[in-house]
């Protein structure tokens, strides 16, 4: 248990559906990020929220929409995926985002299936 | 460019085995991660470490800052170290990004 849960743990999803995953941490931090782990590449930053604000979009499409509504929740709204989308989608959280010293904890991930 | 690496891509070893995984980074860094993923997806942190040498039970790890690599060791290894390992970095110029590697995938074999 790293402080840091999700849900749902597993989505299958049409291309037309809307859904959204859910992030929550209880380790009282200040930075949120949403991370894609496709099979057979290394994992990638998405989002990067600190003190409730978005500080980077790693050039995600738009069918990905994030929310952070405060510093405990983050939201990754999904709308029109492409199979290609399928993925495992992590959420973790740090201290603050902004200079070194910041070690991030990973919640267990949304295992997400395009149909 | 930036690049982290991680060697060796893949390993096996036979239960009580001793190994050492690697992670070659390009640049000056201020953050440095070593994961544990899991079959199930979680990633399990073992250590956070930009410098130094620490230890934790039959795992520790050294980062060589001024020679851009760190080092993972697993002694005594056990079938549930396997899994792959993820080295992360937050280089220090000016970007505020955990770049992963490519992972070592261990099987742990009895």
């Known amino acids: 248990e790293t402080g840091v849960t999700q849900t749902p743990r597993h989505l299958v999803m049409g291309m037309t559906n809307k859904k959204s995953l859910k992030c929550e941490q209880h380790?009282?931090?200040?930075?949120m990020y949403w991370y894609k782990q496709s099979a057979k590449k290394p994992l990638e930053l998405m989002f990067v929220y600190n003190f409730k604000e978005q500080t980077e979009n790693n050039s995600v499409p738009s069918r990905f929409s994030p929310e952070c509504p405060n510093s405990s929740h983050l939201f990754l709204h999904l709308h029109t995926l492409q199979p290609e989308d399928s993925a495992l989608y992590l959420c973790?959280?740090?201290?603050?985002?902004?200079?070194?010293?910041?070690?991030?904890?990973f919640g267990p991930g949304t295992r997400l299936t395009v149909l | 460019g930036i690049q982290v690496e991680q060697s060796p891509p893949d390993l096996i070893l036979q239960e009580g085995a001793n190994s050492t995984l690697r992670c070659n980074f390009s640049?000056?860094?201020?953050?440095l991660q070593w994961f544990h993923q899991n079959p199930w997806g979680q990633l399990i942190n073992l250590f956070y470490i930009p410098s130094g040498t620490k230890q934790n039970g039959r795992l520790s790890a050294t980062t060589v800052a001024t020679e851009r690599y760190s080092l993972l060791y697993i002694s005594s290894s056990q079938t549930t170290d396997s899994g792959v390992y993820f080295c992360a970095v937050m280089f220090s110029g000016g970007y505020n990004k955990l770049i992963f590697g490519a992972g070592t995938r261990l099987a742990v074999h009895p």
């Open positions: 380790l009282g931090h200040n930075a």
């Open positions: 640049d000056s860094v201020n953050n």
């Open positions: 973790a959280s740090s201290l603050t985002s902004g200079g070194g010293a910041n070690e991030q904890f």
